[in-house]
């Protein structure tokens, strides 16, 4: 229970949260939904179903068998004909089977049905399960798989699949019905998909029919993405401004969705992304999702004649440089940081969940952004897009970056670092002040723990997003925030970053703080990083560090002075544990140190490559 002297603070955060126009967006669609004052059915059928020629989601066949691992290509595309789906980029999960399969929890059984109004399903039941997973193959990733297939081989197997399968979908979720009408932003990525299918495979009955309704949805219940000041509303701009490019003379609401899509988009963009190129979500995940769905809506935009304004452009630009500062560039991979649900909306290529190169390659093509010379552009990302290579830059090499929303990264020679030290503008995903991310070349060292799921039994209800498994300085074993109900929190952490500068002989220096309480000073060497903690006296009875290690990691690489232990993950317990990917736990170790620190106190870790 939030003590009563905290309250007017609390209320100023939940405030701030949402915004004079988010609540008031949010309550507008809180009362509808108690009315049920939201369309229960499309009410128009477009008036033409053929696609439009030129396609703006076409691919061109011969591009794509130059630019791809075909004999990979074909393997996925199989194994999705079979019947099967690779669910979060990461685990092959089976397909559901048949109509009723679409509505059914793969992992409790829960039938949600398929006639309840998309507003009345629950979406964080327990017994129900999580939704995600119920979501997954509903945003038709695997559509992508089999557009793929076709296009190398020209076997109808695959065509053929994609059709059964919609036309399963269709059955099981008549639109505007049922879970996976459920939320807007997957009615948006969903339709992504379907456009690529549908300019890419043979006609499909239904299809154009299922892409109009989408439009209809998504604009009906805007206002809610727009009010929680994430990526849903990003996806769900995106969706709009696709389906009114594409139903424009054909549908009497299209003009109107291409207008409004291409408006709050931009604007949406300049809000969420930060002039440093930090996303509104702190993390990494959901920030390549934002950067898709600016590409493909680029994409829509430029078919009919328009463009997201240089503003919005500007801001797409800067979260390029951001992941440039952080990127591995030989594996593309970037800090495990923030929340990370598996979400890969645009999987336009073969490479791996974790590999960043694909979204950095469609940013920079689009837009004409230099890319380093030694991030490979990823070939069948410009393949599905039609788009030539993006300029070469410099190669990256040693150097520091930061930014005023209180991050910063360094490289020098094989070591990669990235610090998080920043204040809110708006809330928190995990509870991360001070945290450490470390790697050596390509090998991750000292890592962020990820999500793993959101709404499992417990201990596994988002326990990761807590202090206690980052790497960061805790005192007295208190969260430097107060959590809410779901996504929320009632009060937010604040941390500054103080310095981050390279230093005359090739090392970086950062330095950041908790103001009044602990300070933490980054040395950044080739092989090897100094972290100094200091916190101040009279603050905390105890305080305490721990360091989370990539299961690949060997503890003795981490050391604290003075006492400190390993702590293995153990089942009921989220310390210990990696989470790559959604629904993905992996055990590991982490290294434990505890003060006490009434005088204050002080902790010495070095972290080495070898």
């Known amino acids: 229970m939030l003590p009563v002297s905290r309250w007017p603070r609390a209320a100023h955060t939940l405030a701030r949260t949402f915004g004079a126009r988010g609540a008031g967006l949010r309550a507008l669609h809180e009362g509808r939904r108690a009315t049920g004052r939201f369309r229960r059915a499309p009410r128009y059928t477009p008036s033409i179903l053929a696609a439009p020629e030129p396609h703006p989601f076409r691919v061109d066949a011969g591009l794509l068998r130059t630019a791809t691992d075909a004999d990979a290509a074909v393997r996925r595309a199989g194994r999705v004909a079979d019947g099967f789906h690779h669910a979060y980029r990461w685990t092959w999960l089976p397909l559901p089977a048949g109509p009723a399969a679409w509505t059914t929890h793969p992992g409790t059984g829960h039938a949600h049905g398929a006639e309840a109004p998309w507003w009345t399903v629950p979406h964080l039941s327990a017994a129900a399960g999580d939704i995600k997973d119920l979501w997954e193959p509903g945003r038709f990733g695997w559509a992508y798989d089999l557009v793929r297939g076709h296009l190398l081989t020209g076997d109808a197997r695959y065509a053929d699949a994609f059709r059964a399968r919609l036309d399963a979908f269709r059955a099981g979720n008549p639109a505007f019905r049922g879970p996976q009408w459920g939320c807007g932003q997957e009615a948006a990525i969903r339709a992504f998909a379907l456009l690529y299918a549908e300019a890419n495979l043979p006609p499909v009955p239904g299809l154009a029919e299922t892409l109009a309704a989408s439009g209809e949805r998504i604009a009906d219940a805007i206002g809610y993405a727009v009010s929680q000041r994430n990526n849903h509303?990003?996806?769900?701009?995106?969706?709009?401004?696709?389906l009114g490019a594409r139903f424009r003379g054909a549908h009497p609401e299209a003009e109107r969705w291409l207008r409004t899509g291409r408006r709050l988009l931009a604007r949406l963009v300049t809000e969420q992304f930060a002039e440093d190129g930090w996303y509104v979500q702190h993390s990494f995940t959901y920030l390549r999702v934002a950067l898709d769905q600016c590409v493909l809506a680029e994409r829509a935009l430029r078919a009919a004649g328009l463009a997201l304004p240089r503003p919005a452009v500007d801001r797409i630009a800067a979260a390029a440089r951001l992941l440039l500062a952080v990127v591995h560039p030989d594996t593309g991979t970037v800090p495990n940081h923030g929340a990370n649900d598996g979400a890969f909306v645009h999987p336009v290529t073969l490479a791996e969940y974790r590999d960043f190169r694909p979204v950095l390659t469609a940013v920079c093509a689009t837009w004409g952004l230099p890319l380093p010379s030694n991030v490979r552009a990823c070939a069948e990302t410009l393949a599905w897009l039609g788009m030539a290579a993006p300029p070469a830059a410099p190669p990256l090499g040693d150097g520091v970056w930061s930014g005023a929303s209180g991050w910063a990264a360094a490289r020098v020679g094989l070591t990669q670092v990235f610090l998080r030290a920043g204040r809110y503008g708006a809330r928190p995903s995990h509870m991360d002040p001070l945290h450490l991310d470390v790697r050596f070349g390509a090998r991750e060292v000292v890592v962020d723990a990820g999500t793993f799921a959101y709404n499992a039994p417990p201990p596994w209800k988002n326990p990761l997003v807590t202090a206690r498994v980052h790497n960061g300085p805790v005192l007295d074993g208190r969260e430097p925030g107060v959590r809410g109900p779901r996504f929320l929190w009632y009060l937010w952490p604040e941390a500054d970053l103080l310095r981050a500068a390279r230093q005359a002989d090739g090392s970086v220096a950062l330095e950041a703080e908790v103001p009044g309480r602990v300070r933490r000073t980054v040395h950044v060497a080739d092989g090897r990083v100094e972290v100094t903690?200091?916190?101040?006296?009279?603050?905390?009875?105890?305080?305490?560090?721990?360091?989370?290690?990539?299961?690949?990691?060997?503890?003795?690489g981490v050391r604290v002075d003075?006492?400190?232990?390993?702590?293995?993950?153990?089942?009921?317990?989220?310390?210990?544990?990696?989470?790559?990917?959604?629904?993905?736990?992996?055990?590991?170790?982490?290294?434990?140190?505890?003060?006490?620190?009434a005088n204050g106190a002080r902790f010495q870790t070095t972290i080495l490559a070898d």
């Open 233 to 242: 509303a990003i996806s769900e701009a995106a969706g709009l401004v696709a």
């Open 562 to 597: 003075g006492p400190s232990e390993v702590t293995e993950a153990a089942e009921g317990s989220p310390v210990g544990w990696y989470s790559p990917a959604y629904g993905v736990r992996l055990p590991s170790r982490a290294v434990h140190a505890r003060r006490d620190a």
């Open 533 to 556: 903690d200091r916190i101040e006296p009279g603050v905390a009875r105890e305080a305490e560090v721990r360091w989370l290690l990539h299961p690949g990691a060997d503890p003795r």
